[in-house]
């Protein structure tokens, strides 16, 4: 066992790039953040599979949080002012349901509101859940609403998860 640690060890520092340290200021600073963090947990824990585990859930908060930032929702009105199209951008998922749902002004008095999802994914439940709250409001509000653009595997998702096409939804919306 006493080889193995020591081979281990010199594997360690003949492997590790010194190097990094001296640069870690000019690195990102998620990777920054990632790399300490692991080793940290490692050097602590005494566990490799812990220290990896804390790099790659922190890997995971930190690329949620950026693709969350790339979300744009943009919005046209009809030159009768009728309907709003509002066009979505990016990846729609549980990082940018909230933000999703704020670009609404659910009171504009409107007879129809379509949502182009034509350069959006939508991923998750929770997304699919800020869809169904949009169109809901926007009806009870009295407008019709439309989902264009949806690509196949959102399709599927909002095809299998949404209820604003289900019978009572307005009402379950109503009573929450």
């Known amino acids: 066992m006493a080889a193995l640690v ?7 520092i003949g492997t590790f790039s010194w190097i990094l340290i001296k640069n870690l200021k000019f690195h990102p600073r998620s990777s920054s953040v990632v790399m300490l963090a692991t080793v940290v ?4 824990t005494h566990n490799l599979a812990f220290g990896a585990l804390i790099g790659v859930l922190l890997s995971g908060i930190f690329f949620a949080w950026k693709i969350s930032q790339l979300f744009r929702v943009t919005s046209s009105l009809s030159e009768d002012g009728t309907t709003r199209t509002n066009s979505i951008e990016g990846q729609l998922f549980f990082a940018s349901a909230d933000e999703f ?3 609404f002004d659910f009171k504009e008095v409107l007879e129809k509101v379509k949502i182009d999802v034509t350069h959006a994914h939508i991923w998750d439940i929770s997304s699919v859940i800020a869809v169904d709250m949009v169109v809901l409001k926007f009806r009870r509000e009295g407008a019709e609403v439309e989902i264009i653009g949806l690509n196949e595997a959102s399709e599927t998702i909002v095809d299998r998860l949404a209820i604003h096409d289900k019978p009572g939804a307005l009402e379950r919306l109503m009573g929450h």
């Open 101 to 103: 749902t704020a670009s």
């Open 6 to 12: 020591a081979i281990m060890i010199m594997v360690s």
């Open 41 to 44: 947990g490692v050097v602590a």
